[in-house]
């Protein structure tokens, strides 16, 4: 005699079949998802770039000892803006061959963090400027890392300094000072981005213009002289495309970044390559 099959055995048996056809197309998804990105990413139709948030997080190529990344890479960009000689010269800054942030004193720290907080100054009813304490927090952890940042009396504000304010946590404009004038014009431009292990170089090379002698040179000082040029570039086009053609023979800075615990890259400082 024949053994009847229960009706729950049979709704068991369809329930266990679509589970594992429901499996088995989730699967098939998956793989041809990741063919799709693998044949998409060698025709280099996918790139990965730094990830863009209020500081700077590495996770492309985390596993790769050496990565070269795009030039015009825009969080990369802000990075170099913030501390590239060219536009920096608290202490000397501009006319050293090496620097060690370690070995940077306060104010010349802060004056590249200005670089990043003076964008946010505002001013408040009475008319005075001011920057608040959060922006200039963050500008400064922003360059040297997470619980860095203690309040200062003042800080550099182009040429003039912003006082500290404790009721208000404000940092207000002490007194506006014309910006000294000069009759050099820099221009400097990333040539190379590489990443190894830890740490992101980013090497450019800068050119300058003496108005005055109207002679283009290699460095701040113009001790070394390229040419003489009777009529001023047009800036920046000139500069930008003279760097493309003769960077192998201007001074090359590489500026090094250290990745943090938490994946993000902190200024270490920069040196002359030659």
Do not use: W
Not at 120 to 134: Q, R, T
Not at 171 to 191: A, D, H, M, R
């Amino acid at each position: 005699m024949k053994k009847r099959v229960k009706d729950s055995e049979i709704e068991a048996a369809k329930r266990k079949n679509i589970i594992i056809f429901i499996f088995t197309v989730l699967m098939l998804i998956v793989v041809l998802c990741g063919i799709i990105f693998f044949v998409c990413y060698e025709r280099g139709l996918i790139k990965f770039s730094l990830k863009d948030s209020k500081e700077i997080e590495s996770f492309i190529g985390q596993n790769s000892n050496e990565l070269s990344i795009n030039k015009d890479n825009l969080d990369v960009l802000k990075l170099f803006d913030v501390v590239k000689i060219s536009d920096n010269y608290c202490d000397g800054y501009n006319l050293k061959k090496k620097l060690n942030v370690s070995k940077m004193n306060s104010k010349c720290k802060f004056d590249l963090a200005s670089n990043i907080y003076k964008k946010s100054a505002v001013f408040n009813n009475d008319g005075i400027l001011y920057v608040s304490e959060d922006d200039v927090r963050y500008a400064y952890e922003y360059l040297y890392g997470y619980n860095t940042y203690e309040v200062q009396e003042q800080i550099p504000y182009n040429n003039s300094y912003l006082l500290y304010n404790s009721e208000t946590r404000n940092y207000f404009l002490n007194s506006e000072t014309n910006e000294i004038g000069t009759s050099l014009i820099s221009y400097e431009k990333i040539v190379d981005i590489l990443k190894k292990k830890n740490y992101l170089y980013i090497t450019s090379s800068v050119v300058y213009y003496d108005k005055a002698n109207k002679v283009l040179c290699r460095d701040y000082n113009c001790d070394s002289v390229i040419r003489g040029l009777n009529n001023e570039p047009n800036y920046p086009d000139y500069y930008d495309l003279y760097i493309d053609h003769n960077y192998s023979n201007l001074y090359k800075y590489e500026y090094k970044f250290k990745m943090d615990k938490n994946g993000f890259y902190k200024y270490v400082g920069f040196e002359r390559t030659n």
